[in-house]
Every structure is written in structure tokens, then in C-alpha cells.
């Protein structure tokens, strides 16, 4: 799959984000290592601390259909600059994917690409490594 749909896939999922207290709805779409896409909205509670962010909204739905192997995803938001996955979705796409490939890409269309290694080194050593 392309960068382009694969960016696509996020831009619609975004549509359906529930961001009713920052108003920063953000889409996310996981590509698994067979081509097939699992996307993600972010879903905000009043409760800041249980938002559930994009990325790991689509992490829960691939592995719910037992789905273990990424190569990439995409994060899209209307932000001016492109965003990156937070800390705590950095460390759960470590779990899965350590050397996934992050694409970001903002409403007037400035893309970035990051790698989950250069994000978040010594992923899988955690405090002790």
C-alpha cells in the first residue's frame, strides 16, 4: 500500500474522532504487516486521563481481529505542523512494531516521516537497560 491511501484511511477515521473537549480530533491508520489497515480515532473523556489517543484506539482494534505485525502508520491532524504519537503511543507501538515507520501529515498537507526508533530509543530495554 502506498503512503497516500494509507494517509487517506486516516483522514477519514478522523472524521469520526470524538474530541468534544480539546477540539483536536486526530485519525490514525495502522498498516499490518499482510497490507491490511486498521484505523483509529482519538476518543476524549471528560476525565482527561482516560482519553484514549488515535493510535492506540487502532492498535486495540488490530489486535482484537489477532492481528500482531505493523510496518507503518499514519497520524493525521489539522495541526500546523505534523504531530508524532505521545509517549505512552510510542510505547505501546514498541510493543508490537519497534522499527515501525510513522508517517504524519497535517490539513494543509505538510507531511513528515518519523521512525519509532528515532521517537523512542532503547523501546524495549525499558528503566533497567
Not at 476525565?47 to 500482531?68: H, M, P, W
Amino acid at each position: 500500500m502506498d503512503d497516500d491511501t494509507l494517509i487517506a484511511a486516516a483522514w477519514r477515521v478522523r472524521e469520526n474522532a470524538y474530541a468534544q473537549y480539546s477540539g483536536f480530533p486526530v485519525g490514525a491508520a495502522l498498516l499490518g504487516s499482510n497490507g491490511q489497515v486498521f484505523v483509529g480515532c482519538n476518543v476524549e473523556n471528560l476525565s482527561f486521563g482516560l482519553t484514549q489517543c488515535a493510535e492506540r484506539v487502532a492498535i486495540g482494534s488490530a489486535i482484537s481481529a489477532g492481528f500482531r505485525a505493523f510496518t507503518c502508520v499514519a497520524v493525521v491532524s489539522d495541526s500546523s505542523e505534523p504531530i508524532s504519537p505521545c509517549g505512552a503511543c510510542r510505547q505501546v507501538l514498541a510493543e508490537f512494531a519497534p522499527r515501525l515507520r510513522i508517517l504524519s501529515e497535517t490539513l494543509s498537507g505538510v507531511r513528515a516521516e518519523f521512525s519509532l526508533t528515532e521517537l523512542l530509543p532503547r523501546a524495549s530495554t525499558g528503566i533497567l537497560g
